[in-house]
């Protein structure tokens, strides 16, 4: 067996993550959540880090002993490091800002090397210059392989994701346009992003110039992994609404989501309103996009929420109305 058939079978797809039921006050309407923190790695990013992998192997871009290379942070550095560790690759990545003991921690952890790099943008270009294989999460969005597991799993009417590199939402919309299935994608965009305006201007160029607020979710610019013509429907959703979300997931789940879980979430209780206004009935997934304990020093602490200039008070009301 050669090494990149060695490396395709440790890339293999593990067990489906669970499915959690969210109880909410829409009469007909069911939510659930796709809990993607119960990967290894603790996060949707291990799906995405598994098909860049895949990928680059296939296309004989990642060979035995070649560096990786990524210009990346949190969760997807970490899933990263993981699979680098598991086919024996060393592995790089360049993040943004100075030196983070606490961000640099699970990569080292697994063996990777962190390198941080001011200002925050000029760490694609520092990357590029990384001697081996430029992953570029961005630029090679690689569509994984959620859609096939959730919709063996259960056959829903809405399936709510997040916007980052585009990839998962670009999964879920051409698994349903190629299957024929009458499922909807729906992206939920924090403030600050581009997504929800070019979706709306029909503008694939759009960009906000402005980083989002909320971890692992929503860009300055409309990266080229995104299909807009893939989507049915991009929600804006405010920053303390995702904020008071996530402490929701927590409370009713236990849970310590990130706010990226949050956002989805309100969207798609929005989603779930509108159903029930209208009189349908059906059922809504959304997806957990983590949970870590961090994220308990983040924003489920009132400290954190103040800091960031975000009120969570406003929105707890009414998802305590809804769910």
């Known amino acids: 067996m050669t090494w990149a058939e060695k490396a395709l079978d440790?890339?293999?797809?593990?067990?489906?993550?669970?499915?959690?039921?969210?109880?909410?006050?829409?009469?007909?309407?069911?939510?659930?959540?796709?809990?993607?923190?119960?990967?290894?790695?603790?996060?949707?990013?291990?799906?995405?880090?598994?098909?860049?992998?895949?990928?680059?192997?296939?296309?004989?871009?990642?060979?035995?002993?070649?560096?990786?290379?990524?210009?990346?942070?949190?969760?997807?550095?970490?899933?990263?490091?993981?699979?680098?560790?598991?086919?024996?690759?060393?592995?790089?990545v360049v993040m943004p800002g100075r030196r983070s003991e606490e961000r640099a921690r699970a990569v080292e952890a697994l063996g990777g090397e962190c390198r941080f790099v001011t200002p925050p943008l000029?760490?694609?270009?520092?990357?590029?210059?990384?001697?081996?294989?430029?992953?570029?999460?961005?630029?090679?969005?690689?569509?994984?392989?959620l859609a096939e597991e959730l919709f063996a799993q259960v056959r829903p009417d809405w399936v709510v994701t997040g916007a980052h590199t585009g990839a998962t939402s670009a999964t879920l919309g051409r698994w349903v346009r190629e299957h024929g299935l009458s499922c909807r994608v729906a992206v939920a965009d924090p403030?600050?992003?581009?997504?929800?305006?070019g979706w709306t201007l029909d503008a694939p160029d759009y960009s906000t110039g402005m980083p989002s607020r909320v971890e692992g979710v929503g860009r300055p610019r409309v990266e080229p992994g995104f299909r807009p013509d893939l989507v049915d429907l991009v929600i804006p959703v405010p920053d303390s609404a995702s904020?008071?979300?996530?402490?929701?997931?927590?409370?009713?789940?236990?849970?310590?989501v990130g706010p990226s879980t949050g956002t989805a979430l309100w969207a798609a209780l929005e989603l779930a309103g509108r159903m029930a206004a209208r009189g349908e009935t059906g059922t809504i997934v959304s997806l957990v996009g983590d949970?870590?304990?961090?994220?308990?020093?983040?924003?489920?602490?009132?400290?954190?929420?103040?800091?960031?200039?975000?009120?969570?008070?406003?929105?707890?009301?009414?998802?305590?109305?809804?769910t």
């Open 191 to 197: 403030e600050h992003s581009a997504y929800f305006p």
């Open 291 to 322: 949970a870590h304990d961090r994220h308990l020093a983040g924003c489920h602490d009132p400290r954190w929420a103040a800091a960031k200039g975000l009120d969570p008070g406003p929105h707890e009301a009414r998802l305590l109305a809804l």
């Open 10 to 92: 440790a890339l293999a797809a593990g067990p489906p993550t669970p499915l959690i039921e969210l109880p909410v006050r829409a009469p007909g309407v069911r939510l659930l959540l796709k809990d993607e923190s119960a990967h290894p790695t603790g996060s949707l990013r291990h799906r995405h880090a598994r098909a860049l992998f895949r990928r680059a192997v296939l296309d004989g871009l990642v060979t035995e002993g070649g560096t990786v290379v990524e210009a990346t942070g949190g969760n997807a550095a970490t899933a990263q490091a993981w699979f680098a560790r598991r086919l024996g690759l060393p592995y790089v």
């Open 243 to 256: 904020v008071a979300a996530a402490r929701r997931v927590r409370a009713v789940t236990g849970l310590p």
């Open 122 to 145: 000029a760490i694609y270009d520092a990357a590029r210059r990384v001697e081996g294989h430029f992953l570029d999460q961005f630029g090679r969005a690689a569509e994984h392989d």
